[in-house]
């Protein structure tokens, strides 16, 4: 299925980017070509655009992630750079998200279904879906209450084993602890 080409006249249509973070320096001798209603700017290349923000995540009808160069605070203003390939068609309903989890780091994001390599192994979400599956992985990563009538000998090894399963197939976390008790 080959990706929609996105130009500055679509990409803020029902759109899901990971954006980069970049220095503020790297825009200093550029041209602002549009200052959205919200105060977002935003500067046209031919190979993408940067975007000053101070918001990130749900915007508008899109799902924009921002890729920090140091710890991000939602509110701080950033400048970040996205290529027009990195534009994906978003919506709430198809299943157009799959889930990653970093176990050194306890990270849990989502991705486009056209980013994902071959060799993964990966379930396709709708955003709704994606958005509890990730709540649910980051509570089985960080807390231990979830697992107090589960039967395990070593709890990261039962985290591990959980949260695999929750990523790999699309059986619901109850479906998952059952086979624990």
Not at 4 to 15: A, E, V
Not at 100 to 110: L, P
Not at 134 to 163: G, P, S
Request: charged share 25%; hydrophobic share 35%; proline share 2%.
């Amino acid at each position: 299925m080959a990706n929609k080409t996105y130009t500055k006249l679509n990409f803020h249509s029902h759109t899901f980017c990971i954006w980069k973070e970049v220095p503020f320096a790297e825009i200093k001798d550029l041209k602002i070509n549009y200052t959205s209603q919200s105060g977002s700017q935003y500067i046209f290349t031919p190979e993408g655009l940067y975007r000053i923000s101070n918001h990130w995540g749900r915007v508008a009808n899109c799902h924009w992630r921002l890729i920090p160069l140091t710890e991000f605070k939602n509110q701080n203003i950033t400048v970040a750079f996205a290529r027009w390939t990195d534009f994906y068609s978003n919506d709430d309903t198809s299943k157009l998200f799959y889930v990653k989890v970093n176990f050194e780091t306890k990270e849990v994001n989502f991705y486009h279904k056209l980013t994902a390599e071959n060799k993964e192994k990966i379930v396709l979400r709708n955003a709704k879906d994606t958005s509890k599956t990730i709540r649910i992985i980051k509570e089985v990563l960080t807390q231990e209450e979830w697992a107090k009538y589960l039967n395990y000998e070593d709890l990261e090894t039962l985290r591990n084993e959980i949260v695999t399963e929750l990523v790999t197939t699309s059986k619901t976390f109850l479906e998952v602890k059952k086979a624990y008790l």
